[in-house]
């Protein structure tokens, strides 16, 4: 089983093409060998206000019906709706059958209002992908943005949550990132972004561990793919990373009920 | 066979290459199954003399020449380019040029790059632009390098007709004269396919549709990148299996005038 563990759905602004892109997904997945998609959609306006992340989230439930075999689904929030943010965590995870939660940059992971999202995914068993990048400039566009060391401080502060830190090739230094989850041992890493750099993937397996990452694209889908095909380890490390370590995770819901 | 428009050796001065030797590079090239590369040197891109950073190119690749086809960093900003130019094509077999406008701080439309555009087109060289060499949100604190806009790249075609050049590692040409079927440039450019997309968005496909299968060309970027994305864009292309062979190789050949060699 192979499982893009940071995926998007299109946000649907009227009249665009969203159903057109959507497909496209599926049918890039199809191609590439992809079986299961884990999706978010983010609201083009952030940060998100509860409408703005409950239609998000709307449409991917629908996304999910579509194409149930292949859309699993993240609930997006904006952690500071705090009681709106936790009620449609609690909803779509067990209503809806969602699979876990997706924060963006309206917070710093490690900043308090963020802790209540992570205590309730570890009443629900389910895992945070959260947004990240570190660059040595300062990113005007994301004032808030996480980096691979606040994930390995709230992941330190909450080891019993599932704590993935996004895309490790579309943040930066990766090679920072990589250093900078090396203290903490429960958080995840996604290899997904578009940065395909020679090395990367090796130096994450030795420093990390292979157990620690899961393979993603995060839409840019030959690169995904390609740097995992390309890179020198184990077969046993490249099962574990395309899909062993996911399903671990996935499986840690039923754990919790 | 394969041929690649888009590889170094030597060394990045803000992170550590691997596979960055003549042997090593080779091991990744046989390791993909790629035959051959246009290869310059990393190394130049930083070098105030760049032409210090070519003949460590050439000596590293001497023993290699059947698989290593060595492209020249040409500073024209520097004092007596054109020996270096010289030296490159007539003593150490250059087929074609890198050019760095950002990194060496002079402008596409400048006379002296003008100059040098007229010069290689006269000993035909191939003229090779990577839009850009790193990603811009990794770069290091102490430099900051645009990369090159696509419109100057229009615009110097556009100058040039006489000249062939390839474009590396760029995208969204599609949203560019440059990937334009309507538009009057020349059809002396070809495009890398190092950052193009083959599925989604199939920047790709479009561009065989808007400009030609003659147009596109394998490019990876190795050592710096992986070169397995780029394969794996050309297996899942949405195209004719002559097409295909056109982007890995046939086209390369014909551009670097080894088609009938």
């Given at each position: 089983m192979v499982i893009d563990a940071h995926a998007h759905l299109a946000w649907r602004a009227e009249g665009g093409d969203w159903e057109e892109r959507d497909r496209a997904l599926i049918d890039a997945a199809d191609r590439?060998?992809?079986?299961?998609?884990?999706?978010?959609?983010?609201?083009?306006?952030?940060?998100?206000?509860p409408d703005g992340f409950r239609?998000?989230?709307?449409?991917?439930?629908?996304?999910?019906?579509?194409?149930?075999?292949?859309?699993?689904?993240?609930?997006?929030?904006?952690?500071?709706?705090?009681?709106?943010?936790?009620?449609?965590?609690?909803?779509?995870?067990?209503?809806?059958?969602?699979?876990?939660?997706?924060?963006?940059?309206?917070?710093?992971?490690?900043?308090?209002?963020?802790?209540?999202?992570?205590?309730?995914?570890?009443?629900?068993?389910?895992?945070?992908?959260?947004?990240?990048?570190?660059?040595?400039?300062?990113?005007?566009?994301?004032?808030?943005?996480s980096d691979g060391g606040m994930i390995a401080e709230?992941?330190?502060?909450?080891?019993?949550?599932?704590?993935?830190?996004?895309?490790i090739g579309g943040g930066g230094d990766w090679e920072w990132t990589i250093e900078a989850l090396r203290h903490a041992p429960t958080a995840f890493l996604d290899t997904s972004g578009s940065v395909i750099d020679e090395g990367m993937i090796e130096m994450a397996v030795d420093v990390l561990g292979a157990d620690r990452l899961l393979f993603a694209c995060d839409m840019s889908m030959t690169a995904g793919v390609g740097k995992i095909r390309g890179a020198r380890i184990s077969d046993d490390d490249r099962r574990k990373i395309l899909g062993g370590n996911m399903e671990r995770i996935l499986a840690r819901r039923g754990e919790a009920r | 066979?394969?041929?690649?428009?888009?590889?170094?050796?030597?060394?990045?001065?803000?992170?550590?290459?691997?596979?960055?030797?003549?042997?090593?590079?080779?091991?990744?090239?046989?390791?993909?199954?790629?035959?051959?590369?246009?290869?310059?040197?990393?190394?130049?891109?930083?070098?105030?003399?760049?032409?210090?950073?070519?003949?460590?190119?050439?000596?590293?690749?001497?023993?290699?020449?059947?698989?290593?086809?060595?492209?020249?960093?040409?500073?024209?900003?520097?004092?007596?380019?054109?020996?270096?130019?010289?030296?490159?094509?007539?003593?150490?077999?250059?087929?074609?040029?890198?050019?760095?406008?950002?990194?060496?701080?002079?402008?596409?439309?400048?006379?002296?790059?003008?100059?040098?555009?007229?010069?290689?087109?006269?000993?035909?060289?191939v003229v090779s632009i990577p839009v850009r060499q790193i990603d811009q949100r990794q770069r290091h604190w102490l430099i900051e390098v645009p990369d090159v806009a696509l419109h100057d790249l229009a615009a110097l075609v556009a100058r040039h007709p006489?000249?062939?050049?390839?474009?590396?590692?760029?995208?969204?040409?599609v949203s560019s004269p440059l990937g334009s079927a309507d538009d009057d440039l020349p059809d002396n450019y070809a495009i890398g396919i190092s950052r193009l997309s083959a599925v989604m968005q199939a920047e790709i496909k479009q561009l065989l549709e808007t400009l030609g299968t003659d147009r596109v060309v394998f490019a990876t970027g190795m050592p710096f990148k992986y070169p397995e994305p780029a394969l794996l864009k050309v297996e899942v292309l949405d195209a004719a299996e002559e097409e295909k062979q056109a982007i890995l190789a046939g086209n390369a050949l014909r551009l670097l005038g080894m088609d009938a060699d």
């Open positions: 590439l060998g992809i079986d299961r998609l884990c999706c978010s959609i983010l609201t083009p306006a952030r940060p998100s206000d239609q998000a989230n709307d449409w991917v439930a629908d996304g999910m019906a579509r194409y149930p075999d292949h859309v699993l689904g993240y609930c997006y929030v904006n952690p500071g709706h705090g009681r709106e943010a936790l009620a449609e965590i609690r909803h779509r995870i067990e209503d809806d059958g969602f699979i876990g939660v997706k924060l963006y940059n309206e917070y710093r992971c490690h900043e308090p209002v963020v802790w209540p999202v992570v205590e309730l995914c570890i009443e629900l068993g389910v895992p945070i992908l959260h947004h990240a990048g570190h660059s040595h400039y300062y990113v005007e566009a994301q004032p808030r943005m709230l992941a330190n502060r909450y080891p019993e949550a599932m704590i993935i830190c996004g895309h | 066979m394969i041929v690649d428009m888009s590889a170094y050796l030597g060394h990045w001065p803000f992170r550590r290459l691997r596979h960055n030797t003549a042997d090593g590079l080779l091991a990744l090239m046989d390791r993909a199954g790629i035959d051959m590369a246009c290869t310059s040197s990393a190394g130049a891109i930083f070098y105030k003399n760049s032409q210090a950073g070519n003949e460590e190119l050439a000596e590293q690749i001497a023993p290699h020449r059947d698989r290593l086809i060595p492209f020249a960093v040409i500073n024209p900003t520097y004092a007596d380019w054109e020996h270096d130019l010289a030296v490159c094509a007539d003593e150490l077999g250059a087929r074609g040029l890198r050019l760095y406008p950002n990194y060496h701080n002079y402008s596409l439309a400048d006379a002296c790059c003008n100059e040098l555009i007229a010069a290689a087109a006269d000993r035909d060289l006489g000249a062939r050049f390839v474009f590396l590692n760029g995208l969204n040409f």
